[in-house]
């Protein structure tokens, strides 16, 4: 198997859980808040329940 390794995918691709804005990032680093709508729960599954 062949090693194939593409510059242009060295990016993460982000999805805000709240407003479905995608983003690509570089870097290892997760982004604090969504760029389009500023939350900081972008990676926060929605959920009605409470433990
Ligand atoms: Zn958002």
Known sequence: MA??????????????N????????RGDERPLTCPKCKTARWDKEPRKKKD
């Open 18 to 25: 709240k407003c479905g804005h995608v983003w690509f990032s």
């Open 3 to 16: 090693e194939i390794k593409i510059k242009e995918f060295d990016k993460t691709a982000y999805k805000c």
